[in-house]
């Protein structure tokens, strides 16, 4: 079994749905990460940087879980990461109404000592220049390491995330973002551009309409369990990127055939997730829902080939 | 082999995208179910109406694919149905420009004799009356009614519609007309209460984003295949309702498993459609490319499962 470091937000999240609305609750990429990648008893680590005002409770979250928080700054008198957002009836679109980046303008991660040789590595959507600090302390290449970013970056640090793509293996990426990235909008023309920068695996994420995995000259669809209800999308992207990157740490096989396997368990952890408020239902979850809900993906996509 | 009967229009289509623009084009709903369903050597024939503008070779490329037409009326001195839009750089988004109903506003449909037998009967997207009036002409109930309609009949002819659909065994239905015909945003809940409405299979077309089968507690789902290039989008959904009944009418074999694979050859079919105008591509194609492409759709979606 492999070591996993998540370089990511620890935060602060306040959530507005349709049906209900949230205090501040345990938010931040690394956070729905890490917790989703625990549900595979993989030796996780998170580097990131939180104000005193966190609460020990929201860290004790994942220490019970095993997750080594050494590497999680916190910053005497500073304050926490805050995002709040507001969905409205068609749930894929939701609005920013505030963020906070305290402590996290000022963040010089550390990675721990015993996680400089991880296996694998998952890069949270950060300033790129943090993702390629992070990438220089390490103290070889990890077998894999996964990239998570967003078109902020693109925006305004568009040298550096170019730099970032070119030393991944992986990306994770909205199909809106990958357009833009690329300047293409085929997804086919613009993975294919991306995998020219220098990554093996493209991921597309197109949120309920599923995952979409690239590799050379071959595609791979995971969709997203049809629910009778969302309750809350806040943190599926990263609960998807946890489920794989966990999945991944555990088997130690980076082959096309057992990333198909780790974008199908990430879309099954992000169907968990968007069920209750932040990584709540996550949380909660046993290894037999995870594997009951495995079955139903299978019955949702495989099939008895018949030639006709 | 069981015999097809296909019902919808034949007509004139005008088609506008960002690349080109057509002339006078074969379209409607009947000619691309035949010509899809065409490929798997069935025994179809279409009831439908034309005007004596519409030209013999457009006829002749469905009897030179052994589509008896003689359930097509020829109006003297009448015109033909007629439709023209424009796509825009998003191809899920076309403005109708023009639709002159033409002889379709005074169409009373007659089933040829050698097909009031027919064991698979499609109803295309047509005034739920003529629907009805084609399902009473029927010597026996057909093994398999598979109905498509569209947001129009709903907002027109609402308690006609919910007759046709209490009679038939397949409904095929975007996700946007699913939601309006049931009140549900959910596509789980508006295909529950659409099977409630009598219909064993409710098939929800996402466009791009692939189609949802849904069958008692069950539900399956078939991608689109991602293209490097969508050049038409029309007649893509009937097309893919072609290969739907095609493989059906070859098979007469009405299980879910069954159903699976024909929305797979389905959405092959459709697959192909939208890279020409029209109904060109799918007119030229050969079972070797079907073949090869349903390799492409196992590729897509198939793998390997392991439990972690």
Known sequence: MGKLLIVGTVAFDVIETPFAKTDKIMGGAANYIAVAAAQ???NAAIVSIVGEDYPQPFLNLLTDRNIDISGIEIVKGGKSFFWSGKYHNDMNV??????QLNVLSDFKPVVPKAYK?????????LHPKIQLDILKQMN???NLVVLDTMDYWMNNTWELLVEVISKVDVITINDQEARQLTGEYSL????QKIMNMGVKYVV?????HGVLLFHQDSVFFAPALPLEEVFDPTGAGDTFAGGMVGFLAKTDDYSFENIKNAVIYGSNLASFCVEKFGAERVLELSK???RERLFRFKELTQFEMKIA
Do not use: C, Q, S, W
């Not at 939701?94 to 963020?99: F, G, M, N």
């Not at 086919?188 to 993975?191: G, I, L, S, T, Y």
């Open 140 to 142: 070889k290449k990890p």
């Open 94 to 99: 939701r609005d920013t109404l505030e963020t």
């Open 188 to 191: 086919v023309k613009a993975a």
């Open 288 to 290: 037999e829902e995870i």
């Open 117 to 125: 040789d991880a296996k694998v590595l998952m890069l949270g959507n």
């Open 40 to 42: 595979f008893g993989v």
């Open 204 to 208: 597309i994420k197109k949120g309920e």
